[in-house]
């Protein structure tokens, strides 16, 4: 019997990366899949992939109009949600301080925590008790890093939602935690560079990190399906660590 | 296939409470266990209690004799093997005033000291791949009045847990730390033989918890299942299994 049968799991920005590889994972151990993302190309290509069990909905997190559609749409086909995996978010552009626009800085803002504040409040009235919610934070939020204030501060947000969430929301016998995941192979890296410059960023983050690579997507949806099970049952209110060592030590001294 | 199938493992301290139960969540996954314990009570019934194909060794975690005794043993039962569960801990309550030295060395002999040469000792037979998990306690993030030595050797176990994975990192051994807060195991009448001071102390513990109870045992051995098999890029961590308690 699967981990997770008979639940019906939600997952913003499922439509790739971490959240689609998660999708697959819910699937597997026996959970009704609800997909989200903006773009319609790619909630067309998550459908295609997940199949019968899985329904794909474009959405964009950061507008509250689509988000209660959203809903109204898992409820008139579910009625409840078991697993609410709030995991949409960006990185925006890389930007030391000096450079940085407000309309930048709103934009990574708008996803990553007014968009995981209202993906989960909009969802209380669905969620079953018993119910497990997990907020994608980052390892960023433990570090300082030059360029990505933004970012970084956003998901520190985000980590202190999970406390705060999960505080006020015990009550109802809701769960929430949270995922931080170090490097993640989602293709971001070659999205944003030339092959010849990945080939560069490769062989440096082999350098760099401990674990000499980049974690797979299945390693942190691993991650998601035991913080969504029963598994889990006495963890709340706690970020989960999945960065190969990156935060914790280091490997030279 | 079995969840655990081919898996070996060795769990200091798995003859009561949170070992006990992973050994049992092992064995009936496939795995074969090797457990240990000190007190003749307790290896009898984890011998009955494994009876599916349990190893029992008596074994004292404080002594390094008996931890190269184990070595051995465990090196002619399985060779090679994929989890090593340290768990063997205990608290003693005691305010700074009373803590005697004796409190204290027994305090860090038992968590931190037993622990560190159980994990030099037992490393080097560990396969590629496998892992190590150390319990630690919310006493070592949380300051609890009377469990300063205690918390100190836990604090001491969490730190032991991100060298030990920065070390064992190039033969890909993760090394995590579980983080029970209270849990409903048999350690509490051996803190408090006292039924009613015991039954008050877990009132109070429920009362404090933001789950408003205790976590079984059963839900420790699921997260060290989990860190020891399936968080494969997490090393250097720390999970905890405290309903909350440490993190609100
Ligand atoms: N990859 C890493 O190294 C890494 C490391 C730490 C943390 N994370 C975090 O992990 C999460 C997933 O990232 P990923 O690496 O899997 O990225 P990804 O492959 O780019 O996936 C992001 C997903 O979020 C969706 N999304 C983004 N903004 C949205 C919005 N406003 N409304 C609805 N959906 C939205 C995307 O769909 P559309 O593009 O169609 O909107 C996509 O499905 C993010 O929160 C990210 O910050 C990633
Ligand atoms: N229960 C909690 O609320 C709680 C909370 C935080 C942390 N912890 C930690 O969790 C771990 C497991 O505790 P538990 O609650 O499951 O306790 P338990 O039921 O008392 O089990 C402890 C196990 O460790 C063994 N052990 C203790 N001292 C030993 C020694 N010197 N040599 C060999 N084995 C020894 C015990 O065997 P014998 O009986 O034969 O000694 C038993 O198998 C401990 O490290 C404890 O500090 C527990």
Redesign the interface.
Known sequence: MGRLQGKVAVITGGTSGIGLATAKAFLREGARVVVVGRDQKKVDQAKDLLGERAVAVRADVANLDELDALYARVRDEFQRIDVLFANAGIPGAPLPVDKMTSEAFDAVYATNVRGTFFTVQKALPLLATGASVILTTSIANDFGRANVSAYASSKAAVRSLA?SF??EL?GRGVRVNAIS??GTDTGIIAKRFSPEQVKVVMERLKTTL??KRL??PE??A??A??LASD????????E??????VS????VF | MERYEAKRAVIIGGTSGMGLATAKMLLDGGARVLVTGRSQAGLESAQKELAKGGVVVSSDARSLTDIDALAARVKAEFGAFDLLFVNAGFGLFAPLENTTEAIYDEMFNLNAKGAFFAVQKLAPLINRGGSVVLTTSVANVKGMPGLAAYGAAKAALRSFARVFAAELLPREIRVNAVTPGPIDTPILNKAFPAKDVAAQVTEQMRGLNPMKRLGTSEEVAKAVLFLAFDATFTTGAELPVDGGWSQL
């Open positions: 406390q999960a505080a015990i995941p170090g401990p674990l974690a797979q390693e942190i691993n991650v399906v035991f598994e889990s049952s006495y963890v709340l209110g706690a989960l660590v999945a960065d190969g060592g914790r030590f280091t490997s």
